[in-house]
């Protein structure tokens, strides 16, 4: 676990109890994603900028 998701869970506690109660069920959800850096980028450049108010 890198060292910012344990205050990430403790931030947004629906989320950490979903997780803990998560079932794993085999699929693989990311197959077939891009995993090329470059592109995942380029992706990530196109969304929509979040406001302010949402930046803690």
Do not use: C, Y
């Not at 699929?27 to 302010?52: C, I, N």
């Amino acid at each position: 676990m890198r060292p910012r998701d344990p205050q990430f869970l403790h931030n947004t506690p629906v989320l950490a109890e979903t997780i803990r109660e998560a079932q794993d069920d085999g699929r693989h959800v990311f197959d077939g994603l891009e995993r090329d850096w470059a592109t995942v980028r380029s992706w990530a450049a196109r969304l929509p900028k979040p406001s302010k108010e949402s930046i803690p």
